[in-house]
C-alpha cells in the first residue's frame, strides 16, 4: 500500500506543465463532446414530440372526416335534410381551421429544428429597427421614444390614426428620469434605475450583442479588450473595469454595471495570450493578459529614452530600439569604438565608461565605473531589452597585466537587461568587482587592459542561473 502511494505520488511530481495542459484540454473535449451528444438528445426528443404531434391532429381530422362522410351518406340514403346541418357546419370548420393552424405551426418548429424551410406555411417576422436616444435626453432623464416605427407592417396602422405601441419603446432607457409604475400605479422597483448613468461618447447609443466569436473576448459596452478586472450587470452581463469606473450602462441590456465581478472569465482572460500591443514596431512575443501590463513596461519596442540619459542626464533623445543604433553613431560616436575581443585599457583619470555594442539585432552596454567612495572598479553587461532575454546571454570579462603574462584575471557572468538600474547592479555586487588594492597588480603604463566577450547561452536553464558567476585569478 505504501509503495503504491509512493509510486502515485512520484507520477505527480513528474507531471510537467505540458502534461497538466494536455490533461485539462482533454478533459475540456471530452466535456464539450458529452454536452453535444446531450444536445442532440434533447433535439432529437423535440423532433419526435413535434413528429407526435402532428401525427395526433392529422388522426383526429381524419376521424372527423369520416364520420361526417358517413352521416352525409346516411342523410342522404333516407331523403332528409338534417335541421342542425347548417348549425354544426360552423363550429365543425373553425374546429378544422384550427387543427390545420396547429399542424402546420408544429411543421414549421420541426422543419426549423431540422435546419429546413418550412413546406406548409411560413412565418412572417417583423424586422427589427434600430432605436436611439439623444445624449442629452439620458442625461437629463427625460428621453422620449422616438417616432420610428420599430416594426414595419406597423407603420399603415401608426399612420392612419391607429395607436401602435411596441414592447421595445419601453425601454429601460426612456425611463430614467421618473420609475415605472405597475398596473395600479405603484411605482415598480425592478425597473426603477438611477438617473446617474452616463452614456459612451457615442450619442446615438444601440445596445448590440457581439457579432462574432472574436467580439467576445471584447467588451460589449466599450468594444474594446477585456481589462483584468471584469465586472456584470444584475442581469449577468460583463463589462470591463473601464466602462464601469465612467458609470456606463451595461451594452447589451442598459442597466447599471453593478460591483458583482465574473471571476470565472477573469481567469480565462487572464490565462488567454495576446500579441504585444507594439507587435507593429518588431515584438513577435505572445503575452498572457495577466502579464501584459508587466511586459509593456519592460518592453523593447516600446518608445524609449537613451540609455545614456539615466547615467549622464544630457540626451533627450526618444525613439524606439531599431533606431538606437543610429542614434548612437549619429550623436554618441565616442562610445562606439569598443567591440568584443578587442584589447581595451582604463587609465587612472578615468570614472565611468559605457561602451555600445551591437551584435547582429541585438543591442549590448558594456560598464565601466570606478568608485573613488568604495574604492572599487565595478564592470558589467547589460543587453537592451527584457530581463527574459538578456538571461539567454552571457559575459566574459578578461583583466591582464601585459608585462607579467602570468598575471590574468577572468569574470564570467550573465547579462542584465537595461530595465534593471546600474546602480542596483553594483548595490547589489551582481558584476565584476576589482578592489583599488587588487587593481595595482594589473596597471601597466598608468592603464589596465582588458578584454569582453558576449556570447548567447544554448546551454540548460541551470547552466544560465545568475547565482555562480565564475571568477579566475
Given at each position: 500500500?505504501?509503495?503504491?502511494?509512493?509510486?502515485?505520488?512520484?507520477?505527480?511530481?513528474?507531471?510537467?506543465?505540458?502534461?497538466?495542459?494536455?490533461?485539462?484540454?482533454?478533459?475540456?473535449?471530452?466535456?464539450?463532446?458529452?454536452?453535444?451528444?446531450?444536445?442532440?438528445?434533447?433535439?432529437?426528443?423535440?423532433?419526435?414530440?413535434?413528429?407526435?404531434?402532428?401525427?395526433?391532429?392529422?388522426?383526429?381530422?381524419?376521424?372527423?372526416?369520416?364520420?361526417?362522410?358517413?352521416?352525409?351518406?346516411?342523410?342522404?340514403?333516407?331523403?332528409?335534410?338534417?335541421?342542425?346541418?347548417?348549425?354544426?357546419?360552423?363550429?365543425?370548420?373553425?374546429?378544422?381551421?384550427?387543427?390545420?393552424?396547429?399542424?402546420?405551426?408544429?411543421?414549421?418548429?420541426?422543419?426549423?429544428?431540422?435546419?429546413?424551410?418550412?413546406?406548409?406555411?411560413?412565418?412572417?417576422?417583423?424586422?427589427?429597427?434600430?432605436?436611439?436616444?439623444?445624449?442629452?435626453?439620458?442625461?437629463?432623464?427625460?428621453?422620449?421614444?422616438?417616432?420610428?416605427?420599430?416594426?414595419?407592417?406597423?407603420?399603415t396602422a401608426s399612420s392612419s390614426g391607429i395607436p401602435a405601441t411596441t414592447p421595445r419603446q419601453q425601454s429601460p432607457l426612456t425611463t430614467l428620469g421618473n420609475p415605472p409604475t405597475g398596473p395600479f400605479g405603484i411605482p415598480d422597483a425592478t425597473n426603477s434605475y438611477q438617473s446617474t448613468i452616463r452614456t459612451p461618447e457615442s450619442s446615438?447609443?444601440?445596445?448590440?450583442?457581439?457579432?462574432?466569436?472574436?467580439?467576445?473576448?471584447?467588451?460589449?459596452?466599450?468594444?474594446?479588450?477585456?481589462?483584468?478586472?471584469?465586472?456584470?450587470?444584475?442581469?449577468?452581463?460583463?463589462?470591463?473595469?473601464?466602462?464601469?469606473?465612467?458609470?456606463?450602462?451595461?451594452?447589451?441590456?442598459?442597466?447599471?454595471?453593478?460591483?458583482?465581478?465574473?471571476?470565472?472569465?477573469?481567469?480565462?482572460?487572464?490565462?488567454?495570450?495576446?500579441?504585444?500591443?507594439?507587435?507593429?514596431?518588431?515584438?513577435?512575443?505572445?503575452?498572457?493578459?495577466?502579464?501584459?501590463?508587466?511586459?509593456?513596461?519592460?518592453?523593447?519596442?516600446?518608445?524609449?529614452?537613451?540609455?545614456?540619459?539615466?547615467?549622464?542626464?544630457?540626451?533627450?533623445?526618444?525613439?524606439?530600439?531599431?533606431?538606437?543604433?543610429?542614434?548612437?553613431?549619429?550623436?554618441?560616436?565616442?562610445?562606439?569604438?569598443?567591440?568584443?575581443?578587442?584589447?581595451?585599457?582604463?587609465?587612472?583619470?578615468?570614472?565611468?565608461?559605457?561602451?555600445?555594442?551591437?551584435?547582429?539585432?541585438?543591442?549590448?552596454?558594456?560598464?565601466?565605473?570606478?568608485?573613488?567612495?568604495?574604492?572599487?572598479?565595478?564592470?558589467?553587461?547589460?543587453?537592451?531589452?527584457?530581463?527574459?532575454?538578456?538571461?539567454?546571454?552571457?559575459?566574459?570579462?578578461?583583466?591582464?597585466?601585459?608585462?607579467?603574462?602570468?598575471?590574468?584575471?577572468?569574470?564570467?557572468?550573465?547579462?542584465?537587461?537595461?530595465?534593471?538600474?546600474?546602480?542596483?547592479?553594483?548595490?547589489?555586487?551582481?558584476?565584476?568587482?576589482?578592489?583599488?588594492?587588487?587593481?595595482?597588480?594589473?596597471?601597466?603604463?598608468?592603464?589596465?587592459?582588458?578584454?569582453?566577450?558576449?556570447?548567447?547561452?544554448?546551454?540548460?536553464?541551470?547552466?544560465?542561473?545568475?547565482?555562480?558567476?565564475?571568477?579566475?585569478?
Open positions: 500500500m505504501g509503495s503504491e502511494q509512493s509510486t502515485s505520488r512520484r507520477s505527480r511530481e513528474n507531471l510537467t506543465k505540458d502534461d497538466v495542459k494536455n490533461l485539462f484540454d482533454e478533459q475540456k473535449r471530452q466535456y464539450i463532446l458529452r454536452l453535444k451528444a446531450q444536445q442532440m438528445k434533447d433535439q432529437q426528443k423535440a423532433e419526435q414530440a413535434a413528429r407526435e404531434a402532428v401525427q395526433r391532429a392529422m388522426e383526429k381530422m381524419r376521424q372527423e372526416k369520416v364520420i361526417e362522410e358517413s352521416t352525409s351518406k346516411l342523410n342522404q340514403s333516407a331523403g332528409q335534410q338534417p335541421a342542425t346541418a347548417s348549425r354544426e357546419a360552423v363550429p365543425r370548420e373553425m374546429e378544422r381551421t384550427r387543427q390545420e393552424n396547429v399542424i402546420n405551426e408544429s411543421t414549421s418548429k420541426l422543419n426549423q429544428s431540422t435546419g429546413q424551410q418550412p413546406a406548409i406555411a411560413t412565418c412572417l417576422q417583423r424586422e427589427p429597427r434600430p432605436y436611439s436616444f439623444s445624449q442629452n435626453d439620458i442625461h437629463i432623464g427625460i428621453a422620449q421614444p422616438t417616432r420610428t416605427c420599430i416594426y414595419g407592417n406597423l407603420e446615438n447609443f444601440v445596445p448590440q450583442r457581439p457579432a462574432n466569436e472574436k467580439d467576445e473576448l471584447n467588451c460589449p459596452t466599450c468594444k474594446q479588450s477585456y481589462t483584468v478586472a471584469i465586472y456584470q450587470c444584475f442581469k449577468g452581463h460583463s463589462s470591463c473595469s473601464n466602462c464601469k469606473s465612467r458609470r456606463f450602462p451595461c451594452g447589451i441590456c442598459g442597466c447599471p454595471i453593478g460591483d458583482m465581478r465574473n471571476i470565472s472569465l477573469e481567469s480565462f482572460i487572464a490565462e488567454s495570450k495576446v500579441a504585444c500591443p507594439n507587435s507593429n514596431d518588431g515584438c513577435r512575443l505572445y503575452i498572457k493578459m495577466a502579464d501584459l501590463e508587466i511586459h509593456g513596461k519592460e518592453c523593447p519596442f516600446s518608445e524609449m529614452l537613451c540609455p545614456l540619459a539615466a547615467i549622464f542626464g544630457q540626451c533627450q533623445w526618444r525613439g524606439k530600439l531599431p533606431q538606437i543604433s543610429k542614434h548612437f553613431n549619429d550623436v554618441h560616436p565616442s562610445h562606439c569604438n569598443a567591440d568584443v575581443d578587442t584589447e581595451m585599457f582604463l587609465t587612472r583619470c578615468e570614472t565611468q565608461m559605457v561602451h555600445y555594442v551591437a551584435l547582429g539585432t541585438f543591442n549590448f552596454l558594456f560598464h565601466v565605473k570606478v568608485s573613488e567612495c568604495d574604492r572599487k572598479i565595478y564592470m558589467t553587461a547589460q543587453l537592451i531589452g527584457t530581463k527574459q532575454s538578456a538571461s539567454k546571454w552571457s559575459y566574459e570579462i578578461h583583466i591582464y597585466n601585459k608585462s607579467q603574462a602570468r598575471r590574468k584575471y577572468q569574470y564570467v557572468d550573465v547579462c542584465h537587461s537595461n530595465k534593471t538600474p546600474l546602480s542596483e547592479i553594483f548595490a547589489e555586487e551582481k558584476c565584476a568587482i576589482l578592489p583599488f588594492s587588487y587593481a595595482e597588480n594589473f596597471f601597466n603604463r598608468d592603464c589596465i587592459n582588458y578584454k569582453f566577450f558576449i556570447k548567447k547561452d544554448f546551454g540548460s536553464k541551470s547552466s544560465r542561473s545568475r547565482s555562480a558567476p565564475r571568477r579566475r585569478c
